[in-house]
């Protein structure tokens, strides 16, 4: 009963924390054929005794959630269908440069989402303030409370802010930094240094680019109240014209006011800096998803492989480990043409770069067909392993059950569960 207690404890502190998955919620005859296959493992199975070792319940229960694992990683990957290719139902814009141009498909379908290039010539640029450096430990506001104007885009604000006695100029500047961020009026202030002088000056920046035929500034700052202060601050000194971006479009030119806008109603570009030539943009499929599914199958089969390889070292057992490894040196050629390589101990990694070429290219029917019997080949591995996990350990047979005359013994898959250990026998 000790060990009993002692395998389920090993479950619980290892596997008991696990999440339980959409995928785990199964159709009565899904449950039916679980129980049908376990009725059938039990009813060819010889009578045998288990040789006694204290872990072979933790690679029993080890063996059936790894099992586990496997079948959710290939429930996962062909949830929308059977076949993996389903999985590229979505498609995606992309870029020949994305690190000059960036782009989102934001269409409702692929119908009128034809391809074609730009050229950025320049980027769209906001407005910048930059202020005269203050001696930080300088005290050239006098006491008092001061005030200036600040108009952006047809709306005028007041901005007042106070000097206590002997208040630094840093305390000034940190003053209005605070004011002009919290304001939320499309502007954002940061405070520059001069480190060889010890000073600094406020720099003012709109959110927004670019400006309209009639507009030569974004905002302006002004006081007549208090135009000494302003002077001293000098926050009213445009250091950067605001313009526009600049570019072609299948080589007509073009301008916008942002560096971000959408063609035709189909894509979303960002432009991130001017661009060395055209760049090209189209829709490809979307390979992200169809890695990432692949990525956990693989991780699931490194899983119950790892498992193989910790019970043959310590018990000199194979059996589960040349059974996983098989699936992977079968294919290993056609495996490697899709991306996923393995290692001197044949785990299995992918090339998301090699996978991402090979689905877009004239090949990805033979591309599927080899993920397709990947999964297939790993989804019965994991059944087999998850019905009868007694069949990778150390037993001895006792008596093989007569051909042909077996009979259903439908209550004693317990044995094979996994969970259980009676080393009373």
Do not use: C
């Amino acid at each position: 009963m000790a060990r009993i207690d002692a395998a389920y404890n090993y479950f619980m502190t290892t596997y008991g924390n696990n999440i339980g998955s959409r995928y785990e919620s199964h159709k009565k005859s899904e449950l039916r054929d679980t129980y049908n296959k376990i009725v059938k493992a039990n009813k060819e199975a010889p009578l045998y005794k288990i040789n006694d070792s204290e872990d072979i319940g933790q690679f029993a229960i080890d063996i059936k959630e790894h099992a586990n694992a496997m079948t959710l990683s290939v429930s996962n990957l062909t949830s929308t269908g059977e076949d993996i290719s389903s999985v590229l139902e979505k498609r995606i814009a992309s870029s020949s440069d994305p690190n000059s141009v960036d782009v989102l498909y934001v269409g409702d379908s692929t119908d009128g989402a034809e391809d074609f290039t730009i050229q950025v010539d320049a980027l769209a640029k906001p407005q910048v303030n930059t202020g005269n450096f203050l001696l930080s430990e300088g005290h050239d506001f006098e006491e008092g409370q001061y005030s200036f104007d600040l108009d952006i885009r047809n709306h005028s604000y007041e901005f007042q802010f106070n000097v206590n006695k002997n208040e630094t100029n840093l305390t000034v500047q940190n003053k209005i930094v605070r004011l002009l961020n919290t304001s939320d009026v499309g502007l954002s202030a940061k405070l520059l240094s001069n480190d060889r002088a010890g000073s600094k000056a406020i720099q003012i920046v709109s959110k927004s680019t670019g400006v309209a035929d009639d507009e030569n500034t974004l905002f302006n700052i002004s006081s007549s109240i208090s135009w000494r202060e302003l002077n001293i601050l000098g926050i009213d000194n445009v250091t950067q014209q605001p313009s526009n971006s600049d570019f072609k479009l299948n080589g007509v030119s073009h301008q916008s006011l942002s560096n971000t806008f959408t063609v035709n109603k189909t894509y979303e570009l960002i432009l991130k800096r001017p661009s060395n030539g055209e760049v090209s943009i189209g829709l490809m499929n979307d390979t992200e998803a169809l890695s990432k599914g692949i990525t956990q199958l693989l991780d699931s089969y490194n899983g119950m492989l790892d498992i193989g390889l910790k019970y043959n070292e310590a018990h000199q057992n194979r059996t589960l480990f040349n059974e996983i490894s098989s699936i992977a040196k079968n294919d290993a050629s056609e495996l490697a043409a899709v991306g996923i390589q393995s290692d001197s101990m044949n785990h299995l990694y992918l090339d998301k770069d090699v996978l991402s070429d090979v689905i877009n290219s004239e090949n990805k029917e033979s591309a599927f067909e080899t993920l397709n019997n990947l999964k297939n080949s790993i989804s019965k591995a994991a059944s087999k392993a998850s019905i009868n996990p007694m069949n990778y350990v150390d037993k001895s047979i006792v008596e093989y059950k007569n051909p042909g005359k077996t009979l259903s013994a439908p209550y004693a898959s317990s044995a094979y569960s996994g969970m259980m250990m009676n080393y009373g026998l």
